[in-house]
């Protein structure tokens, strides 16, 4: 017998969309919910704590690691943490939809090893590191020192794309979520 798929993993590269495909996705799919995780990040100012993410300060976030509430986390770049917490999932579990995790790539290689099969991964990519700097540059959320960093981990992360289940080009951002709900569809992940 098959193992049931638990949750989906979307994973990229820094700049790559990976959000934005998200939220078209929990748009379009009905039996998907948004599994919101926590970080301590400083909040952006579009972004509402609870809905976009669970902002904690470093030392929140340590003591929810020591009280062992997350499937995992990362220090993703230096005091910067991000986590899924378990609570997230168990309270999409309640309402009988499926959860997708927006996570780091290191994150999603770690859920990989943890839950296998029980897990549908996507890996989102832009087509180029020049389209992921100019996508940097227009968010308008980081210095250029930053950028700098994001590109030089996106450039390593790029090596991890053949171990997910699935990598979707993101050069056109619709075509990128239809492939998704595609996939999904033929795994019989939709209704």
Same mark, same amino acid.
């Given at each position: 017998?098959?193992?049931?798929?638990?949750? =989906?993993?979307?994973?990229?590269? $820094? !700049? $790559?969309?990976?959000?934005?495909?998200?939220?078209?996705? =929990?748009? /379009? +799919?009905?039996?998907?919910?948004? $599994? #919101?995780?926590?970080?301590?990040?400083?909040?952006?100012?579009?972004? +509402?704590?609870?809905?976009?993410?669970?902002?904690? $300060? =470093?030392?929140?976030?340590?003591?929810?690691?020591?009280? &062992?509430?997350? =499937?995992?986390?990362?220090? +993703?770049?230096?005091?910067?943490?991000?986590?899924?917490?378990?609570?997230?999932?168990?309270?999409?579990?309640?309402?009988?939809?499926?959860?997708?995790?927006?996570? &780091?790539?290191? !994150?999603?290689?770690?859920?990989?090893?943890?839950?296998?099969?029980?897990?549908?991964?996507?890996?989102?990519?832009?087509?180029?590191?020049?389209?992921?700097?100019?996508? @940097?540059?227009?968010?308008?959320?980081?210095?250029?020192?930053?950028?700098?960093?994001?590109?030089?981990?996106? /450039?390593?992360?790029?090596?991890?794309?053949?171990?997910?289940?699935?990598? #979707?080009?993101? &050069?056109?951002?619709?075509?990128?979520?239809?492939? #998704? +709900?595609?996939? @999904?569809?033929?795994? !019989? @992940?939709?209704?």
């Amino acid at each position: 017998m098959e193992t049931p798929i638990e949750f =989906i993993v979307i994973t990229a590269p $820094s !700049g $790559s969309g990976k959000t934005t495909i998200v939220k078209k996705l =929990i748009e /379009q +799919v009905k039996d998907l919910e948004f $599994s #919101i995780s926590a970080t301590t990040r400083a909040k952006r100012p579009h972004e +509402v704590d609870g809905k976009d993410y669970y902002f904690y $300060s =470093i030392k929140e976030f340590e003591k929810a690691i020591e009280n &062992d509430e997350f =499937i995992e986390w990362e220090e +993703v770049y230096p005091g910067k943490y991000y986590g899924t917490l378990k609570k997230e999932i168990l309270r999409i579990q309640k309402v009988k939809k499926l959860a997708v995790l927006d996570v &780091d790539v290191q !994150g999603a290689l770690n859920l990989k090893k943890k839950f296998g099969n029980q897990l549908l991964s996507f890996f989102i990519k832009a087509p180029s590191l020049e389209i992921i700097r100019q996508r @940097l540059i227009e968010r308008k959320t980081d210095t250029p020192n930053e950028i700098e960093m994001r590109l030089a981990k996106a /450039q390593y992360e790029l090596q991890f794309e053949n171990r997910f289940d699935y990598v #979707i080009i993101n &050069d056109d951002l619709q075509n990128a979520v239809s492939q #998704i +709900v595609i996939i @999904l569809k033929q795994n !019989g @992940l939709m209704k």
